[in-house]
């Protein structure tokens, strides 16, 4: 009889079981719900790891594969998906008329001082792909899992670190606003090079108070 192959005892080879919905390498699914965590800010993946384990995120999967595992081995997981630098696919046509786009495009860029909400840009980074120490970037990501992940901060299904800033900002947007954002994000191709922006410098204060800003 054949000897079995061997498997690599590497976080790598374990981590392979995350491909099944995350894409290869962390790349995000084609079906629009699993997202990239390739790249993402190791404190922002780790963040996520603890808020499944501890109950402010519900999903019966990843609940599942994180309620075993401590700390320290959290830690390595957020620290190897933060760590590839892989190329992203070309983002799909924007599906909207031409008044949601320019909407889109000022509530990711500008905000809209009226009602008091910030730019996506002023936390998530000037070229919206993320923020170190642990805020993600939104470019890159299918439109479904935004207006997913914007409607559980809306009634309360996602939870982050308090004061929970994304819940404050999710419950301000109307259901106009929610599409036209998330229609312009999904829409934008990721800079060539584009790199996650540095941590606030001293003194630099975001334009919210976000617990989920830094890594615990």
């Not at 061997?6 to 084609?30: F, N």
């Not at 009602?115 to 299918?142: F, N």
């Not at 036209?180 to 334009?207: C, D, F």
């Amino acid at each position: 009889m054949a000897a079995p192959a061997k498997i690599e005892d590497t976080l790598a080879a374990r981590l392979a079981a995350c491909s099944t919905c995350h894409g290869a390498q962390g790349r995000a699914a084609p079906d629009g719900y699993h997202p990239r965590i390739a790249g993402k800010p190791a404190g922002y993946v780790y963040n996520q790891l603890l808020n499944f384990r501890e109950g402010r995120r519900a999903y019966g999967p990843m609940v599942s594969l994180v309620a075993p595992l401590p700390d320290a081995y959290l830690r390595e997981i957020a620290a190897h998906y933060a760590a590839l630098e892989l190329p992203y696919a070309a983002p799909p046509p924007a599906q909207a008329d031409a008044a949601t786009l320019p909407r889109g495009r000022q509530l990711a860029l500008q905000g809209d001082a009226a009602r008091q909400l910030p730019a996506c840009s002023s936390c998530h980074g000037p070229t919206l792909t993320g923020r170190l120490p642990a805020t993600p970037g939104l470019l890159g990501l299918p439109r479904d899992y935004l207006i997913g992940q914007l409607g559980a901060w809306r009634n309360g299904q996602r939870r982050a670190h308090e004061p929970d800033c994304m819940a404050s900002i999710a419950r301000q947007l109307s259901p106009e606003d929610l599409g036209a954002v998330t229609a312009w994000l999904a829409s934008q191709p990721v800079p060539a090079g584009a790199r996650v922006a540095a941590a606030p410098a001293a003194g630099e204060a975001l334009p919210m108070k976000c617990g989920s800003a830094v890594a615990p």
